[in-house]
């Protein structure tokens, strides 16, 4: 599925194009997403889940969070500097936003996850 | 009350509560930000307030996952020392080590430290597109749309995390 970037020239020039908010919508979905997958892949992997140990006393939680903020942030900087100044169809963004949104919920719901169990 | 069973209570009750109780009123605020139910005057003065109440939404979760993850988590999952019997001092051990209570941690525990984080970026995401566009959220539907089901994701997130969280303390109390 793809995201149809439509150019409309607002019919109110006060109103903001809506591309910074597709951004920051489509950003949150994606770091749900990478939070569910990195969870997977921990779970999948103990190699994996000891590598993401950056603090000891919290454990693999600790590289888990910091990779999905990473790849949260990120992609809300690069989605806002190609579509922030830009008319969107907001309707696809927000439909694939609520899908991933839902997919991170899902891999991060335990008998989802374990199933991937190392 | 020890330590860290006075930052558990802050953590649940005070920063995850905020958010929690707070979501009902920015909720119904955002809802009915809408040119037809408004005067123009009231529409100013709703966009006015509305970017505060959110952000101040967003960080009280933001507090809640980092003081529980950073703060609580730790002593939670402390492992025992070797040949220690009375395992109520670690409640990760003391869970796993009776079948009947392993539940609450791969069940509970994991669910919870987990979908707690999403929270933090749903609440953010709705708090930025709410302050950016407030002049403009009773006209523009789909993006009042989205920052509402946004925050209602962020609700989910933080409603399953603070249900799971109280009745793993209920369990195996942080000591």
Redesign the interface.
């Known amino acids: 599925m793809t995201v149809e970037l439509v150019e409309v020239t607002p019919t ?1 020039s ?3 194009p ?1 591309g ?2 597709a951004a ?2 489509l ?2 979905g994606i ?2 997403t990478a ?1 569910g997958v990195i ?1 997977v892949l921990t779970e999948a992997s103990s190699d994996i889940a000891g590598t993401l140990t950056l ?1 000891q ?3 693999p ?2 590289g ?2 910091a990779i ?2 990473f790849v ?1 942030l990120s992609a809300w900087a690069v989605l806002h500097k190609i579509i922030g100044p830009r008319q969107v169809n ?2 696809t ?2 439909v694939v ?2 899908i991933l ?1 839902v997919i ?2 899902l891999l ?4 989802m ?2 199933l991937f169990g190392d | 009350m020890s330590e860290v069973g006075f930052l558990t209570v802050v953590h649940g009750m005070v920063f995850g509560s905020v958010f929690l109780l707070g979501f009902s009123a920015g909720l119904v605020a955002l809802y009915s930000l809408r040119t037809a139910w408004t005067t123009p005057e009231g529409r100013l003065v709703r966009a006015r307030r509305l970017p505060t109440y959110t952000w101040i939404m967003a960080a009280s979760l933001w507090f809640t996952v980092l003081s529980g993850t950073f703060m609580v988590y730790p002593t939670y999952r402390a492992p025992a020392p070797g040949g220690t019997t009375e395992l109520e001092d670690y409640p990760r051990e003391y869970l796993l080590a009776d079948s009947d209570r392993a539940f609450w941690h791969t069940f509970g525990m994991e669910w919870k430290e987990h979908v707690a984080w999403l929270a933090p970026i749903l609440a953010t995401a709705a708090a930025f597109v709410i302050a950016l566009y407030r002049d403009q959220l009773a006209d523009d539907i789909p993006v009042r749309r989205m920052a509402t089901l946004l925050l209602c994701f962020a609700f989910v997130a933080a409603g399953t995390a603070g249900l799971l969280g109280a009745l793993v303390n209920k369990a195996a109390p942080i000591p």
């Open positions: 109110d006060n109103h903001l809506n910074a908010a920051a919508i950003a949150s770091g749900c939070f969870v603090f006393q919290v454990g939680l600790s888990k969070v999905a903020l949260w907001l309707r963004t927000n936003a609520s949104i991170g919920f991060t719901f335990p008998p996850f374990t």
